[in-house]
């Protein structure tokens, strides 16, 4: 009986459409070395047609193919940037979850520098500025005293 | 009916929101304290009304009335009563409501407790609170209605999708809204203080506690995210760089600038102009976090494109609140009078280069997230933007914080002695390098994993050297160090355990680099070894949930021949959505966790399977509790407690105020 609602139910997870899942044991390369390759690298390729995930992470039939042909890749004895290289010429930048530094992201890499460097610069301004203002005026003993009697305000 | 009646009770405060959008300021400005003193009782009516038709829509889920077209679309009669419960902001509809209701809690919670606070000030804060309120209700009850009903009900609903019925999310989205939504009190303080022309130490003193609340809340929040998301999404990651995680991590970078800024306004009165700029973006990037998240915007500009409507709304919502805001901004920022000066080596000076890292930090998360979108609208050019260039970007931005933090703390206001910092703080450094040294010598592993352990080990230390010589600086009996320890007061304590916390999760994070995994096939028997443990892979189960059936594989986890754990990894199979969902087993053994998930279950009970061994993944979420507890303590502080004036001023009577 129990043997029979087992197999009712294994057959029942069988049959239901299973997705693929992420990096599978027969997908493993042989060679250690190449397989760590493998791994880095599908780390930072976009699974196509999944949100904002890597192949490695992927369970999407794509993204096994991709794998797969990662390591096929890999196998001939491509080097990482060749394997990069023909993805993007079959896909496009979109499949590199690093983007190139180009022409149309210059600003999306150069903007966490040009931030910091403006952000500096107003501060540097701003500073000199304040110099030459007047003296410091700090909160005076007469505006604390108010600052307190507001804040104690209630319930006196 | 109770439907009916939760939906008239939306509309009605809508009308309220309406009501106290005007009378408030309209009595500000004309001096009556007759309008300003309508803002406080509206808006705790306001908050009655939402709450009871949120109370109405999970009502008609937890009854499983499937006239409904929400509780149709994301409710089954058999989901067990928690997940009916969690599953009504599982969707688009019943998350804007409860994000409505966090809206006017925090309206009610300021009404109810700033009763020391300035009439008019107050009669702002509640009426720019009631604009959001108004904007969102009406984008509800125009693009959203959860209250709609279906002709012809169906028997049967279409379930909850499976990845959102968890533990998980019965807890992450209420506590980050009420981080994320909670960050709009700050926004209305902010608006308020540009209308009654207020930016003093008042205000900064006034707006402390409730950034502090959204902020433990959106910590908590995050973190408890990206818990489920480890555990939920079987591959053993917890943070992706996700837009939607991008969304709640910005306007947290931008509360905890706020954080400390505000602190400076209080004590100093200086960066008057940038602390309203902050509250105004802290609540800004939550807006734009929704716009991102509720749109549709993320999967494609296409997509947005083609069902534009509750995109457009808010983005109308946000175009005026942030355009708004901004505009009176720049109206009045110009006529504000910088406050105290101070030498660069000081307090103030650190949390100044604090912020500026930190808005740099937050800035680059927002190109980083939006330069994708802008490019594909322009030029129609698709790239992606991932964790690589997140980790190259954001991650150098937010080293020097872990540095610079303990400096922070240690630097006396106005002026401070460099040199006299370094030397308190040479024991937590000397200790961070001995650490890292033993770690290199004993561990080895990635470098970069060493030197990161070896700075949380220092922002650990550094964070309590303060209060260690506070405690023990002369003499060290208990009772001396006890009677000193009243004398700290309780926020300096806060400061140390959330600074100390950040470090924790560092540690965290940088013990991932000493992590172990294994793919391989595993049939009944078989065993594997795994970081220090050995694994047996024993049987696999199949077992009936409420409504889904699984198969699970029992697993058992033996150190040194001892039996230390049994896990049971499962594939789960909710027939309703015809959905998989694997369940990742994991042992929590010291501080580390053993973390294995399964998928494709063969006929002879043989699995694929994934397997981590994460040493002191814990402590990444430990470390998130940590701040969050340090920020319960800072909250605990009488002098954040504004609200509760006249216990404040008793308690300050007999002894003064110590110093800073």
Known sequence: MMVARAAALTCLLLLAPLAARAVQPDEIMTDPRLEARARALSAQLRCLVCQNESIDESHADLARDLRVLVRERLQAGDSDNQIRAFLVRRYGDFILLKPPFKFETWLLWGAPFLILLAGGGVLFISRRRLKSLAPATSLSEAERATLEAMLGEEGS | ?660
């Not at chain 2, 404040?648 to 002894?655: G, I, N, Q, V």
Request: net charge positive; charged share 10%; glycine share 10%.
């Open chain 2, 1 to 660: 009916m109770i439907v009916e009646t939760g939906h008239y009770a939306l509309v009605l405060a809508l009308a309220l929101a309406l009501v106290n959008s005007v009378l408030p300021v309209w009595g500000s400005v004309a001096r009556d304290q007759r309008l300003m003193a309508v803002a406080p009782p509206v808006a705790l009516m306001g908050f009655g009304l939402v709450a009871y038709a949120y109370i109405a829509l999970t009502m008609a889920h937890v009854v499983s009335d499937f006239s409904l077209v929400n509780v149709v679309e994301n409710s089954h009669s058999a989901k067990p009563l928690i997940y009916k419960i969690t599953g009504v902001w599982g969707n688009h509809e019943g998350s804007m409501l409860l994000w409505v209701l966090v809206l006017s809690l925090f309206a009610a919670a300021v009404a109810s407790f700033s009763r020391s606070m300035p009439e008019d000030f107050r009669a702002n804060v509640l009426a720019v609170q009631s604009w959001i309120a108004a904007a969102f209700i009406l984008f509800i009850l125009l693009t959203s209605n959860p209250f709609a009903r279906v002709a012809g009900a169906p028997a049967e609903g279409n379930d909850l999708n499976p990845l959102l019925q968890d533990m998980g999310l019965a807890i992450h989205p209420p506590l980050l809204y009420l981080g994320y939504v909670g960050l709009s009190i700050t926004y209305s303080f902010a608006a308020a203080a540009l209308i009654s022309g207020r930016i003093d130490a008042v205000f900064a003193r006034f707006v402390r506690p409730w950034t502090l609340i959204a902020w433990i809340s959106l910590t908590l929040g995050i973190a408890m995210g990206s818990y489920w998301a480890y555990y939920t999404l079987g591959w053993g990651g917890f943070w992706f760089w996700d837009p939607v995680e991008n969304a709640s991590l910005m306007p947290w970078l931008a509360a905890t600038a706020l954080l400390h800024c505000t602190a400076v306004m209080e004590k100093r009165e200086a960066l008057k102009i940038w602390t309203i700029f902050l509250a105004i973006l802290a609540f800004s990037l939550s807006l734009i976090g929704t716009f991102l998240v509720r749109s549709g915007v993320l999967t494609s500009v296409h997509a947005f494109a083609s069902d534009p409507t509750r995109g457009v709304f808010i983005l109308l919502i946000l175009v005026i609140f942030i355009g708004g805001s901004l505009a009176l901004f720049a109206l009045r920022a110009g006529g504000l009078q910088q406050g105290g000066l101070f030498a660069p080596v000081s307090r103030e000076g650190a949390i100044v280069l604090n912020n500026l890292l930190l808005t740099t930090c937050c800035a680059t998360v927002f190109v980083g997230t939006l330069y994708p979108l802008a490019l594909e609208a322009i030029t129609g050019e698709k790239i992606s933007v991932g964790p690589p260039f997140f980790n190259l970007t954001f991650v150098p931005l937010f080293i020097p914080l872990f540095i610079l933090m303990p400096f922070g703390q240690l630097l006396p206001w106005k002026r401070g002695d460099l040199a006299g910092v370094a030397q308190r703080l040479a024991v937590a450094f000397g200790a961070g390098l001995i650490f890292m040294g033993i770690l290199a010598a004993w561990r080895g592993g990635p470098a970069v994993s060493v030197i990161l352990s070896g700075v949380a080990v220092y922002v650990i230390l550094g964070s309590f050297v303060d209060l260690g010589r506070r405690l023990f600086g002369g003499g060290v009996s208990t009772e001396m160090v006890s009677q000193r320890a009243r004398g700290v007061p309780r926020h300096a304590f806060g400061t140390a355990f959330a600074h100390a916390g950040l470090g924790v999760t560092l540690l965290g994070l940088a013990a991932t680099g000493w992590g172990a995994e294994k793919i391989t096939m595993l049939t009944p028997g078989d065993a594997i070894e795994i970081g220090p443990y050995q694994l047996t892979f024993e049987s696999v189960v199949p077992r009936n949930g409420p409504n889904y059936s699984e198969l699970a594989g029992r697993t058992t986890i033996r150190a040194k021949g001892e039996v230390v754990a049994t896990i049971e990894p499962a594939m789960r199979f909710y027939p309703v959505r015809g959905m998989n969902r694997s369940e990742a087993g994991i042992a929590t053994l010291g501080l580390g966790q053993v973390y294995m998930s399964i998928a494709d279950v063969a006929a002879n009970g043989a699995v694929n399977a994934r397997i981590f061994w994460k040493p002191l993944v814990a402590l990444i979420w430990i470390g998130a509790l940590v701040m969050a507890f340090g920020g319960c303590l800072s909250l605990s502080d009488r002098s954040f407690r504004v609200g509760i004036a006249r216990r404040a001023h008793k308690a300050r009577a007999p002894s003064p105020q110590p110093a800073e």
